[in-house]
């Protein structure tokens, strides 16, 4: 019996991600489906497995079995301590019959499963249409960089390539027959070790032509110069800055501060996947505003009027204290229900006026309220935003109502739809 | 490399972290007391070491080196990655495939004790069982498998590409739920040679490709064989492996689709002995490793730590719950395996009356590892608990019998551990393990000349019924291209049509 060990823990991990991509594209829809629901459960700055679960036809896989509730069987069990022959034991409730050892369901039910935030991430972000979206929302871009390009027969002496440029001359030399140094070495040592005069003057004539025909051919021609060549590619930067502004107030209860969080949890994987670098800011608002820390920007709310103007002013004074320079990003994402104080309306749309200059994107998320009228309702906070959208393309405002418009909603806002325009839920 | 003197005494391995070194000096002395002290006789072995995530990936393969890509193993892979991750449900510690060279995972992250109990365990126990048990030897080829399943999923692959994906993975999971009719339990299979496979099907191709069959309805005479045209047989008898007989004649199935329904039953096939000697299998390598790692010990080339250890990853694997214990999930099938062989070897060496009238053939023959390799040739989990399980294990297990009835309202106690009983739990137990118990019974008993309509009864074992056959009757319609009709064979009724 002989044997042989062998190292595999190198080896390509590749067959159980084909088979694991495979099986999530089965059940992409709804994985989905449950994928932005789990983002109203995650912090932003989580980046631990999310559980997902997904209903059963999909990846069921049936086959013939025998009903275990149907018909008759003997269980022969271990670890007998009273029972005597002829005892009746009462039939334990819950279907299966007792530790009969039933697996549970193969293919019946739902089937959770865990996936990583990455890939929670790309199915999210598939989603949404991401390329798309990155052209969109590229915007201008202030700086650039020096790029390679390939090379050029003309350029500044710094930039010689000289093995290409070696390459290309011998490339010629090969074309136009030139003879090598080599061969006029071998000849010479083939003349010295010849004793035969004729032949002597033969090999002196070769010598004599082949070095001549070496001479005549440059070893480097300017033809064969070449440079390295770089063109100046616009550069965007890679930092961005998201302000997240939500309304605290008592009417912005469980359910819009859900739609909140999913929607802010969305534009930062968002970010996170444009920019290498990502800040949040979280500014809350009543009728004061403060910025605050991630927590307290989704616990309870405190009761108060609104005044929206509040949260403009606190975000407009951290822009202009930390994110003050060129290569920052500055992204606003609102969430509110919409409610504001009626003679705050011209404040806010001053402080719009200053804020959406200096930002790539205000996305305004506007949680209805429950009930039969939410559609035709427009509220004091949409009115003036609506009028300010018509002055600054880059303020995007969109309605919800539950979980599945968030996505949508999204989407629409990053995707180029026209500004403004108010769409309803499907 | 460790001088020869050094390497056949003195302890093996010391602490936790293992080195090449060490499997090696440590499989060498397992195989010599596998090999000159037990009689084993096993194919070459060949020991990977893999990580974690290879030994999850491997599991979701059906344990395979090399398999085909389906989702459904993306979907075992996601949840054993999901228990682990979560740390219930440990990985094995090991995984063997029936293959010459027979290939063992050893993982990176065991200690090397684990490492030492898995070779004892597999490269000698598992392995020497697929090599000599009856089962194995009748119904897989060693030698082929890993050629046949590099075949299977290079056919897959390219059919992927021709045919495009979803057509095939809907096929696939078609023949899947059909996957436990695609043997032959009666009669031995032919060997596997992917060599054979490929010509064959490439055969079939040019065949099928000029034959639809419709032209052979209308030309009945026409020269190819009658399998390759797919005319229907009259059934001469009942047939119990209805993947072979789809793959044969179904009536409009593709060249490649029939090549699926073949790659499918063979796999079948190759897996029939595993799930027939679970108990054994499992009962005769634990057997073995439990002999080997005291045997390492009682030469001294084990520490008392890492034998410790060994004692305590023994009892772990062995542990059998009791039933009212939350964590009991029916018998363990290495506890009831190990008591058993341990019980052969104890009746072979130190027998009692009781010995000599429930274990007769082997009691006193004084060949304790006679009697075991003998056990482990010649019979499968059914029929070696008929044979083996002896009253002393049914008093120590404290085995009781329920009966259970589904219109009774109570579970009524049938049989003990006493003498009127053990002959009795011996029989259901043993009942437990057929084929019958655990996979519905359905035979294909005729094929209509004119619709083809394909008529399969199910013979109802115990009075069981099926639970919701519906999706997997939908699949056997795909597979069969005509109307098929599910009958009951005791009532005659249609159950589904």
Redesign the interface.
């Known amino acids: ?9 190198q ?1 390509p ?1 590749d ?2 991600l ?9 059940v992409r829809d709804e994985v989905r489906k449950s994928s932005h629901r789990v983002l109203g459960d995650k912090g932003l700055h989580d980046r631990g ?1 999310s ?1 997902l679960t997904v209903g059963g036809s999909g ?23 009273q ?9 334990p409730q819950a279907g299966g ?5 039933t697996q549970p369901g193969e293919g019946d039910g739902d ?4 996936v990583s935030h990455d890939e929670l991430v790309d199915i999210i972000l598939e989603d949404l249409e991401l390329p798309r979206l990155l052209r969109r929302s590229e915007g201008s871009v202030e700086t650039t960089a020096l790029r390679r390009a390939g090379y050029a027969p003309s350029g500044p002496p710094s930039a010689l390539d000289v093995e290409r440029t070696m390459s290309q001359s011998l490339a010629r030399r090969i074309a136009l027959r030139a003879p090598s140094l080599a061969r006029i070495a071998e000849l010479q040592r083939s003349r010295e070790a010849c004793d035969i005069e004729a032949e002597r003057a033969a090999i002196d004539a070769e010598i004599a032509r082949l070095a001549a025909r070496a001479h005549a051919i440059a070893f480097l021609d300017p033809l064969d110069l070449r440079y390295r060549r770089f063109e100046r590619q616009p550069k965007p930067s890679a930092r961005a800055v998201m302000v997240c502004i939500i309304d605290v107030s008592a009417s912005m209860g469980e359910r819009e501060r859900r739609l909140g969080k999913q929607f802010f949890h969305l534009l930062s994987l968002f970010l996170n996947r444009k920019y290498r670098e990502v800040d949040i800011v979280f500014v809350r608002h009543h009728h004061e505003a403060e910025e605050c820390d991630e927590e307290t920007f989704f616990a309870s709310g405190s009761t108060g009027s609104t005044v929206v103007s509040t949260a403009y002013r606190v975000a407009e004074a951290v822009i202009t204290r930390r994110y003050a320079s060129e290569d920052w990003n500055i992204y606003f994402a609102q969430v509110s229900d919409g409610d504001n104080l009626g003679a705050d309306g011209p404040t806010c749309a001053g402080a719009l006026d200053r804020l959406l200059p200096r930002s790539r994107h205000f996305a305004y998320v506007e949680v209805l309220r429950e009930g039969p009228s939410h559609v035709t309702r427009t509220t004091d906070l949409w009115t003036v935003l609506d009028r300010v959208a018509r002055r600054h393309p880059n303020l995007g405002m969109r309605q919800v109502m539950d979980d599945d418009d968030v996505v949508p909603a999204f989407r629409s806002l990053f995707a180029g739809l026209p500004v403004g325009a108010q769409v309803g839920r499907a | 490399m460790t001088p020869v003197g050094l390497m056949r005494s003195g302890v093996l391995w010391t602490g936790a972290e293992w080195t ?1 070194t060490d ?2 000096r440590t ?1 060498e002395a397992v ?1 010599r007391i596998g ?1 000159c002290e037990l009689g084993l ?11 974690s ?2 030994m ?2 491997a599991y ?2 059906i344990g395979m080196p090399v ?1 085909y ?7 075992h ?3 054993e ?2 228990r682990y ?1 979560k740390g219930h449900g440990g990985l094995a510690y090991e995984l063997v495939i029936n293959s010459d ?1 027979c290939i063992n995972y050893l993982m ?1 992250g065991n200690t090397m004790t684990t490492q030492a109990l898995v070779l004892a365990h597999a ?1 000698m126990g598992h392995n020497h069982f697929f090599r000599n048990n009856e089962l194995f030897r009748s119904w897989t080829d060693a030698a082929s498998i890993v050629d046949y399943l590099v075949f299977a999923r290079d056919y897959v692959a390219e059919q992927e590409r021709i045919r495009g994906r979803p057509a095939v ?1 809907r096929f696939l ?1 078609a023949c ?2 059909l ?3 695609g043997i032959d339990r009666a009669r031995r299979p032919s060997r596997l040679s992917p060599a054979r496979e490929r010509a064959r099907q490439r055969l079939r191709d040019d065949v099928d490709d000029s034959q639809v069959s419709e032209i052979d309805r209308i030309l009945p005479g026409y020269g190819a064989p009658r399998e390759a045209r797919g005319i229907p047989p009259v059934l001469a008898e009942p047939e119990e492996n209805l993947l072979y007989l789809i793959e044969k004649h179904a009536p409009d199935l593709e060249p490649w689709q029939r090549e699926l329904v073949r790659i499918t039953r063979k796999m079948a096939q190759y897996f029939y002995p595993q799930g027939q000697t679970k108990v054994m299998n499992e009962g005769f390598a634990s057997f073995i490793h439990h002999t080997i790692m005291n045997r390492l010990h009682d030469q001294g080339r084990t520490t008392t730590g890492a034998h410790i250890e060994f004692l305590a990853l023994h009892a772990n694997v062995l542990f ?6 939350p964590r ?4 363990n099938p290495y506890a009831l395996g190990f008591a058993v062989f341990q019980d052969i070897a104890r009746a072979a060496t130190a027998p009692d009356d009781e010995d000599r009238t429930w274990l007769p053939t082997i009691a006193g023959c004084n060949d304790p590892m006679g009697a075991i390799r003998e056990a482990a040739a010649s019979f499968r989990d059914e029929s070696f608990l008929r044979q083996y399980l002896s009253p002393k294990i049914i008093r120590r ?10 219109d ?11 003498e ?2 053990y002959a009795e ?1 011996r029989e ?2 043993a ?2 393990y057929e084929w019958h118990a ?3 019974m ?1 035979q294909a008993v005729d094929i209509d000349k004119t619709t083809r309509t394909l008529t399969i009864e199910y013979r ?10 519906k ?2 009757f939908i ?1 056997l319609r795909t597979l069969w291209t005509r109307p098929v009709v599910l009958r009951h064979g005791g009532t005659g009724q249609t159950i589904m049509s």
């Open positions: 019996m002989s044997s042989v060990i062998i190292d595999r823990r080896n991990k067959r159980s084909v088979n694991r991509q495979r099986f999530i594209e089965r497995d559980e990846i069921a896989e049936p086959r013939f079995m025998h009903d275990p509730r149907s018909g008759e069987r003997d269980l022969v069990l271990p670890g007998n301590r029972y005597s022959l002829g005892d009746l034991i009462e039939k019959g007792g530790a009969g050892g089937f959770s499963f865990a | 090449f499997i090696e499989y195989e090999r006789s096993c194919y070459p072995n060949q020991i990977e070491i893999i990580s995530e290879q999850l990936d979701a393969s398999f890509s389906h989702w459904s193993f993306g979907k892979f996601a949840r990655w999901g991750k060279p990176d490269a993975e999971d899947h739920a996957r436990d009719y059998q719950p009791e039933f009212d214990d009991y999930g029916g018998l297990l404290r085995l009781f019998r329920l009966h259970d009835h589904a009774a309202r109570a579970l009524e106690v049938t049989a003990i551990h006493d009127r009983g739990l259901s137990i009942d437990d655990n996979h519905p359905l109802p074992y115990r009075d069981r019924t099926l639970l919701d056959p999706s997997a699949h």
